[in-house]
């Protein structure tokens, strides 16, 4: 029972572009969603979060939205930046619970 | 460092034998958490300590594996018998508590754990 997914394994983006990335989840208890970015050798880094009681978080060049009814979140990266390229997990949890995390999506930035 | 610090880095060892893996938290964190991800997989969660105590182990896998976390700090995972299924990145994260979307859960770089 895969409760977040993340149907998209990888995507490439133009440096300078917006970079998209999706995540769906089923669980209607979660009260957190949450994006890690990971790098090769390294544990996931924490990016943005945004409780579900919002529909958008902005962090500079990041932003998440939060689309309850459609149980759908995204990040968006604008502009892309080489540094960028990295596997990205977005996770789900509801108070001090474990996070739920989908499987990653691997993005690279083009030069 | 102020980071959450995990030892060994690495680890080959021998199907059936046991291994233990370390886990120092950020300092001041209570809360901590162990998570494996095998290849090609997602992060799954195994087991979520308050303090010196374990309120969920609802993802370890088997009897063969065991945690502790003593002193509100420093954790152990124990994997008994090893098998070559066990062979994974065990990531150790800890937060402040309550670890919630504010406050986030932050991980150390993992164990690579390989049986032979």
């Known amino acids: 029972d895969q409760q977040v997914k993340q149907n998209s394994p990888s995507l490439s983006v133009q440096e300078g572009r917006i970079s998209i990335l999706n995540c769906d989840y089923t669980?209607?208890?979660?009260?957190?969603f949450l994006w890690y970015k990971k790098y090769p050798a390294e544990g996931p880094t924490f990016l943005i979060s945004?409780?579900?009681?919002?529909d958008k978080n902005e962090d500079g060049r990041f932003t998440v939205f939060l689309n309850k009814s459609a149980k759908h979140l995204s990040l968006h990266i604008v502009p892309s930046q080489p540094g960028d390229s990295a596997v990205y997990f977005c996770a789900s949890n509801f108070g001090n619970e474990k996070l739920t995390f989908g499987t990653g999506t691997r993005l690279t930035i083009i030069p | 460092g102020a980071g959450v610090s995990q030892s060994p880095s690495n680890k080959v060892t021998e199907k059936g034998k046991d291994v233990e893996l370390r886990c120092d938290p950020i300092?001041?964190?209570?809360?901590l958490y162990w998570y494996r991800q095998s290849l090609g997989q997602g992060l799954e969660f195994l087991i979520y300590?308050?303090?010196?105590?374990?309120?969920?182990k609802s993802g370890l896998p088997s009897d063969r594996f065991s945690a502790e976390r003593t002193g509100g700090s420093v954790s152990t995972l124990t994997i008994q018998r090893t098998q070559q299924e066990d062979s994974a990145v065990y990531l150790c994260?800890?937060?402040?508590?309550?670890?919630?979307?504010?406050?986030?859960?932050?991980f150390g770089d993992g164990t690579r754990l390989s049986i032979l």
């Open positions: 669980n209607s208890m979660f009260d957190y």
């Open positions: 945004i409780s579900s009681i919002k």
């Open positions: 300092s001041g964190h209570t809360a």
């Open positions: 994260a800890s937060s402040s508590s309550p670890g919630a979307g504010n406050q986030p859960q932050h």
């Open positions: 300590f308050q303090g010196n105590s374990a309120p969920d």
